[in-house]
């Protein structure tokens, strides 16, 4: 870690390992929401197959 950063961090007293630890959750928590769609990318393609073929099942409910 640089070393300014550090000298800051002490001058601050922020607690290094609570904040790493808060960017990580964020990073990982963005690096999931971002790949969500190549990951479940089979299951919507057979959902919107279905959907197709079968229709919704609320179909037979709408008056519109």
């Known amino acids: 870690i640089n ?3 550090l ?3 002490k001058q601050y007293k ?4 609570a ?8 990073l990982i928590y963005e690096y999931e929401k971002a ?3 190549d990951q479940n990318r089979d299951a ?5 197959k279905s959907v197709e073929k ?3 099942f609320s179909d037979n ?3 519109f």
């Open 3 to 5: 070393s300014d950063l």
């Open 7 to 9: 000298e800051k961090v």
């Open 14 to 17: 922020i607690n290094i390992s």
């Open 19 to 26: 904040n790493v630890e808060k960017t990580l959750e964020t």
């Open 35 to 37: 790949n969500w769609e």
């Open 44 to 48: 919507i393609d057979d959902y919107n």
């Open 54 to 56: 079968e229709g919704l």
């Open 61 to 63: 409910f709408r008056n």
